[in-house]
């Protein structure tokens, strides 16, 4: 079967796979419970018959809702859009995975993270991508509310290490 060949000699699998967004989850749960949640249960069978050394999920911090900040990873979880209900029960799977059967596994849970490849266009952009598309173009930013909000931001660069520092600790069962 494909289970036993799509890892093949990999040490480590890195779970980013899925789709995102909160509005289209509302219009679409559907589509967004089957590839984050049973999307993620087919990658970890994959991964647990290869015997990776360890299995890192792309969790989403949305999984807390309106959260308090700081937040911490034993905040309170409150999903409240589809998309944030279909990151928790894919890093649920992934949890169970690792009692089960076994497989070591460490999920991260994402807040918002920007790069030079962030979206700068489309209905749904990230608001990082929104403001560099106006720096870009010499535009002011455009600022909803009050603009006392915050929000925190992680580059992309530190999201890469951040998941090999997950892959290669030794701890296991784990969210960060």
């Known amino acids: 079967p494909p289970e036993d060949i799509i890892f093949k000699d990999a040490e480590y699998v890195f779970h980013f796979g899925g789709i995102g967004d909160i509005v289209p989850s509302i219009e679409n749960p559907i589509e967004y419970m089957s590839t984050n949640v049973q999307g993620t249960v087919r990658v ?6 290869a ?5 890192v999920y792309a969790a989403s911090s949305s999984c807390y809702g309106i959260a308090d900040v700081p937040t911490r990873e034993d905040h309170r979880i409150d999903p ?8 928790y029960q894919g890093e649920q799977a992934c949890f169970h995975w ?10 991260i849970r994402l807040f918002n993270a920007y790069g030079t490849r962030s979206r700068t266009s489309g209905a749904y952009g990230a608001v990082f991508g929104v ?5 870009l173009e010499g535009k002011p930013f ?35």
Request: aromatic share 14%; charged share 20%; with cysteine.
């Open 51 to 55: 015997g990776v050394k360890k299995f």
């Open 44 to 49: 970890l069978e994959c991964a647990r018959h």
């Open 98 to 107: 690792h009692q089960v059967y076994h497989l070591p596994v460490n999920a």
């Open 142 to 176: 455009t600022v909803v509310g009050d603009g006392t909000q915050s929000r925190d931001f992680l580059y992309v660069t530190d999201v890469a290490r951040a998941f090999y520092l997950a892959a290669t600790t030794d701890h296991v069962g784990q969210v960060y």
């Open 131 to 135: 403001f560099l598309k106006q720096k």
């Open 80 to 87: 409240r859009y589809p998309y944030a209900l279909s990151k």
